[in-house]
């Protein structure tokens, strides 16, 4: 259902026949309506293209950054995992001093210093998401690596490529990918949230945030601007929990 999902997003808005960034004045602010399905913005732009083509600034930027800092987490704890000593020490201090400080500061930090855009929020949110997935990978692979079974197999002389395969792999691998699925939700939160304050990706990009941000002017003569993103965003970080809950 997710990869349905998905795939929509790069379909849609190969059918839809209205152009999400063309305005025209004369059709401001209509409100929903058979030629405007969700109504039009203060430009005349039409709600709905602005919607489909806004996820994929939401929703598939938020999955670049998942799997960025997933690659980043795994491979910094499994290095300090299976290195253990000064590396171990280094690593795992770092982290630390890293979530000492909430993600949402640092990122913003990192974009106050960087300037506004996508690829900022992108390599922002990449920074500050591969913690938590480094410590846990890094916590697992020890704990799993001191178990009897992993133990056996070094006696054995199994191949140190068989053991991770064998082993580490089943033991990480379901515990990082509910990790990662759970920060699809949170990026694109991230995502909007700075959107909306400024930050973000900027107009004419109909980033859902931005488009709220857009949109505060115009609440009560236009209350559709901010009511059909926020609950596309709503919808859509919902709709994972319950396919992590479903099947956690």
């Given at each position: 259902m997710a990869a349905i999902g998905l795939l929509m997003i790069f379909i849609a808005p190969l059918v839809m026949n209205q152009d999400p960034f063309a305005a025209h004045s004369a059709n401001r602010l209509w409100p929903p309506s058979s030629s405007h399905l969700l109504g039009t913005d203060h430009l005349g732009r039409d709600l709905l293209s602005r919607i489909v083509y806004g996820a994929r600034y939401t929703v598939v930027t938020a999955l670049v950054i998942v799997v960025i800092s997933g690659l980043i987490g795994m491979s910094v704890g499994f290095v300090s995992a299976t290195s253990g000593g000064v590396i171990d020490?280094?690593?795992?201090?770092?982290?630390?001093?890293?979530?000492?400080?909430?993600?949402?500061?640092?990122?913003?930090?990192?974009?106050?210093?960087?300037?506004?855009?996508?690829?900022?929020?992108?390599?922002?949110?990449?920074?500050?998401?591969?913690?938590?997935?480094?410590?846990?990978?890094?916590?697992?692979?020890?704990?799993?690596?001191q178990e009897p079974y992993y133990e056996s197999a070094i006696i054995s002389g199994v191949p140190y490529v068989k053991r991770i395969q064998r082993h580490l792999v089943p033991a990480i691998l379901p515990q990082v990918l509910v990790l990662l699925a759970l920060n699809v939700g949170s990026a694109m939160l991230h995502i909007a949230g700075f959107s909306f304050l400024g930050i973000g990706i900027q107009p004419p990009l109909p980033e859902w945030g931005a488009m709220l941000n857009e949109s505060r002017s115009y609440f009560y003569a236009a209350p559709w601007l901010m009511i059909v993103p926020g609950t596309a965003i709503f919808l859509v970080v919902l709709f994972l929990e319950w396919i992590i809950r479903k099947n956690a």
């Open positions: 020490h280094v690593f795992m201090r770092f982290t630390e001093w890293m979530s000492a400080f909430p993600s949402v500061i640092l990122a913003f930090l990192f974009v106050g210093i960087a300037g506004p855009g996508l690829l900022n929020i992108l390599i922002a949110l990449s920074l500050v998401f591969w913690i938590p997935i480094a410590r846990l990978v890094r916590n697992t692979t020890v704990r799993t690596m």
